[in-house]
């Protein structure tokens, strides 16, 4: 025991005397310690894995008008007339009566035609159709369109303008001229070019005539097909991609493109599957077909798309093949009756990545790209635990010996767990609140080390604000990526879903059918949520090696999920890579708090040079986001700091993602 000195226990027992005389002294209540600072430990001495390469890409489909209206660079809406069965929707007559004619069709695919009679025509009346696009036609100063379409004309041969208009009509940005119509099918391009004119959304597409082309008692009719307008896009290419939204996903560098989608790729029923054959070849021989998200898809979207889609972008296929089940339990059994099926997914593969020696390959070539495209993963299904008939495991099993027996080299993907087969990965879908994100924010963690079957989260999503995520849907996204970035030799890959929502009409029936999306846009512009911007800094500021992490008095929270016990959250999340190129350790912190957090940092095998970079997405209150009105309203900043070393306290700001990059001496 330590010896206590004269003059400790004299002042002992002179306070011991006062409390005596004063009980208000005797019972004032203790003071309370100042809460302990929370610590993060960063061991650079101990690699725990290798990050996966591919951990951040991209999952897509046809939802919320993400292609036809979206990414896919088509402004005229129902272009092939087979939107709706009985009438030309989102079509308007000019003076002219219009109707749909299944007796001239274009071909076995568009087997339906627009009929229009512009008996009525004038010089001073011109007669024909409009098309306002999806919400919109956007004009933009001194650019070029180009317009296309089939047309034949009974006791009419012309001629026909072509127009970009103001909805009122007031105003003609662009028109052209085709002289003559034939009386068979033809096709037919103009090209449309702005002056100096105001941007502007609140347009629409006119093809027109002032001759009624009558004779005697016949009416002077024209047939239209594959109708379009197309703006410049990405790379200028033809039946290509908006710029400005491919430019979003370019800054993310995403690493892969799983694709064509989750329910897209099964449709409601088996013959609105995503049918990969009829979407490859030119695109009015593709039929098209409807959406599982109740609006029609011309598949100008097709295969062959998104595999350039993939090359544009720099990213690797990963291809989910149609498994014989479809959205409203549908099901194939496995078997001779699946045996189509698979067949269908071999000859898919061999389009995208067989020599032009194949079949497909060959066609592939036809098509426009002789090059096989790199592929490493395919993906047996879509969310096959919603199969009822217990039929996966034998149809996965048929699947993945035909596929492993053609291509051994390919990593094959489950939906669902199976018995019959060990897959290579297995696909985990997430949709979460803020709060269960960061509960959950650890469970890989716990994974066990040495399992076959890695991880693919393929979709996952925090779901708070709409139409697009804001602050708190950044926060539980970034504290949800540090656990997947902390365990990337188990989960290998991952992608956010939704990527895209239209942000025109967000009524019911309009252009959004799933609230909390990446990406939102109009007919004009387009714009990341404060979650796609947590997306691009785990994305593009990470090493290749893991590395071991703990953490001392990180500050909790309760909360209270429906019908299940309390639980305790972290209020700090965080992991660390490094570079092993150059020694650059890339330390994310995530504070969820609405108060500032200074965190001790502490990193031992390592010498830490003074100054670093701190890039900081930050929100004044979690309900803070972006939209189409205000774009940029919570972006990232980058700074240089310094006082940085091997041992440092630094402030987090309230409601905060903060990537640290340290660079060793």
Known sequence: MKKLSLAFLFAAANVALAQMDNPAMTNAPETKAAPAVPTLQIDAGKVTGKASPTLYGLMTEEINYSYEGGLYGELIRNRSFKADPAKAIYWDAIRSAISLDKSQPLNSALDVSLKVDVSKASKNSPAGIANGGYWGIPVRPKTTYHASFYAKGSHFSGPLTVAIESNDGKTTFASGTVDSISGDWKKYEVTLTTADVPVSKDNKLVITTTKPGTFFNHHGTVWFQQVSLFPPTYDHQANGFRPDIMQLLADMQPKFLRFPGGNYLEGDYINERFNWKQTVGPVETRPGHRSPWNYWSTDGMGLLEFLNWCEDLHMQPVLAVFAGYALRHDYVKPGPDLAPYVQDALDEIEYVAGSTNTLWGAQRAKDGHPAPFALNYVEVGNEDWFDR??????????????????????????????????????????????????????????????????????????????????????????????????????????????????VSDLGRGGSMQWRTDLIGYDALNSYGSPAYYAQKMFSTMRGDEILATDSQNIPLKDYQPRNRPKSQIRQIFFDATRSSQNGTIYLKVVNESGEPQSVKIQISGASIAPEGTATVLKANNPDETNSIQDREKIVPTTEKVDGLSADFTREFPPYSITVLELRSK
């Open 389 to 502: 008939s217990g039929s996966y495991d034998g149809r996965f099993a048929q699947f993945y010996d035909a596929i492993k027996a053609k291509y051994p080299q390919l990593q094959i993907i489950a939906t669902a767990k199976v018995k019959s087969r060990v897959p290579d990965l297995l696909d985990e879908h997430y949709y979460r609140s803020q709060e269960e994100m960061e509960l959950h924010a650890l469970d890989y963690d716990k994974y066990p080390r040495d399992s076959k079957t890695k991880i693919f989260v393929g979709e996952w999503a925090t779901r708070v604000g709409s139409p697009t995520p804001n602050m708190a849907g950044a926060l539980g996204d970034a504290a949800w990526m540090t656990g997947m970035e902390r365990n990337s030799d188990i989960v290998l890959i991952s992608s956010y879903a939704p990527l895209f929502v239209n």
